[in-house]
């Protein structure tokens, strides 16, 4: 038995992460401070939010569905995305708003996502 040499390993390819079709690239800012509090000032600390939760996580990353905020917005206290369902929402109607400018809303409700804009046809 030979151990001398280790056996060789594939390298894992990266996925290529599709950026946000919602906020530029390189903006400092926090999308909910400017939406809800018309606050245009440059964050020190963002997390990048990816607006759909559970089983469509995969789709918000593949599509772009994800913005910028601060951790106010994002973690912290009772604005925040992750404990404050009203803001949450906020962002899948956005979400879905930039979604159908290239999309249609037939494909939006595939796989059983929910219609943030009402029942109007695209």
Not at 12 to 20: D, E, P, Q
Not at 40 to 56: A, I, T
Not at 77 to 86: D, I, R
Request: net charge positive; charged share 30%.
């Amino acid at each position: 038995m030979n151990m001398m040499f280790p056996k060789p390993t594939k390298q894992k390819k990266r996925k290529k992460h599709k950026k946000s079709i919602m906020q530029p690239k390189g903006d400092r800012r926090c999308y909910l401070c400017m939406l809800l509090d018309g606050d245009f000032s440059y964050k020190p600390c963002l997390h990048e939010h990816h607006v759909m939760f559970g089983n469509d996580h995969a789709f918000a990353e593949a599509e772009g569905l994800k913005v910028n905020l601060c951790l106010r917005h994002h973690l912290e206290g009772p604005e925040a995305v992750h404990n404050n369902h009203k803001n949450a929402e906020i962002l899948m109607v956005k979400a879905q708003e930039a979604f159908e400018r290239t999309h249609s809303r037939k494909e939006w409700a595939q796989n059983g996502r929910r219609d943030y804009l009402g029942t109007k046809e695209n």
